[in-house]
């Protein structure tokens, strides 16, 4: 059993889409949808939703960054490796 969390937005026509991954295509499934509408999670109007559902705040974004830098450190990629990756994802 494998479980996807994600933030959607259920269209005008009641139809909610979810992409599966590429891999799942042609398979039979047994889908559970369980859902908690985000007005209930007593976040303000305008708050910021990441694709996860979690609330965006400076902490979170601060972590984030944390977590990128400990990860760049780790990876430790040449910049000019990462140009010519940059370069070569944009021809597509």
Do not use: H
Request: proline share 3%; glycine share 6%.
């Amino acid at each position: 059993m494998q479980t996807i969390q994600l933030t959607t937005q259920v269209g005008k026509d009641g139809i909610l889409q979810v992409k599966m991954p590429e891999n799942m295509s042609g398979q039979n499934l047994n889908v559970t949808i369980v859902f908690e509408s985000i007005s209930e999670l007593n976040y303000p109007e305008n708050a910021q939703i990441n694709a996860w559902g979690k609330l965006v705040t400076l902490e979170s974004i601060q972590e984030t960054i944390q977590k990128m830098n400990q990860l760049k450190q780790e990876i430790n990629i040449p910049q000019q490796e990462l140009r010519e990756m940059m370069e070569e994802g944009r021809r597509f």
